[in-house]
């Protein structure tokens, strides 16, 4: 099969993993079945963090007959903000999702955010607390508490933006846009979300909050006592560079 010509895509889909081997063998064919169904030229870009299970193996085996699959390799565990990074960098694709291993956002809502975009927005951020979200099951207890963390440090710092759910895994951006963006956050960990937001809006990029469907995906790999011990730091973080102006 011809390599595919990555200049002229009009989707990429990066999906940071670390020790996703159950929910990425899942993952990836829904991926490509949806794209392919709706006819539009696609690729999916990979990013393994240091995994110690057997990602890199299933991915490998997935690509072994595709040419628009690509898999980027940290070596060792970066972070999730390192990864996203590295893998929209790379991307090639008009418009570019981020979406988590788990697709606890069906890939499905990637053509409500899209549409957003069409209208001019430059992000649209997939949403589980606005009117008219859809979550099916709730998150983990140790997804809620972080979420619970993140919100009152963020509060705490004035760091709240007009965004509901800085966290949701799903987000869209012009090509542009995340070149912008992505070249200018500094974050690994967790917190790159609610950084990548304040860059948006430090830049004057029109931003758009979008209700989706969410579920609950078993497997979660968050690690409770980082998000502890780092989280507040990262965001301290991100209000000193936001008052100096460094985004």
Not at 201 to 215: A, D, G, L, M, T
Not at 239 to 246: A, S, V
Request: with cysteine; aromatic share 10%.
């Amino acid at each position: 099969m011809a390599d595919i010509d990555r200049s002229k895509l009009s989707v990429s889909v990066v999906i940071p993993a670390y020790n996703e081997e159950k929910r990425i063998s899942k993952t990836l064919p829904v991926i490509d079945a949806y794209f392919s169904s709706k006819g539009l030229s696609f690729e999916v870009i990979v990013v393994d963090d240091g995994s110690k299970d057997n990602t890199v193996g299933v991915v490998e085996r997935f690509i072994k007959d595709r040419n628009n699959v690509k898999l980027l390799k940290n070596g060792n565990n970066r972070g999730k903000g390192y990864s996203v990074k590295k893998g929209m960098l790379e991307a090639r694709g008009e418009n570019i999702l981020f979406s988590d291993a788990d697709l606890a956002t069906p890939i499905q809502e990637y053509e409500k955010l899209a549409g957003w975009l069409q209208r001019g927005c430059d992000i649209a951020i997939g949403s589980r607390k606005i009117k008219d979200s859809n979550v099916l099951t709730p998150a983990s207890w140790s997804r809620r508490f972080v979420g619970v963390l993140a919100h009152v440090f963020i509060s705490l710092l004035g760091l709240k933006p007009d965004i509901v759910d800085t966290q949701c895994g799903f987000k869209v951006f012009k090509k542009e846009t995340a070149r912008h963006i992505f070249s200018r956050q500094i974050l690994d960990g967790g917190m790159f979300d609610v950084e990548i937001i304040y860059i948006a809006i430090r830049n004057n990029f029109k931003v758009k909050e979008v209700p989706v469907s969410w579920e609950h995906k078993d497997g979660s790999t968050i690690n409770v006592l980082k998000c502890i011990l780092f989280d507040p730091w990262d965001l301290i973080r991100v209000k000193i560079n936001y008052f100096l102006g460094r985004y």
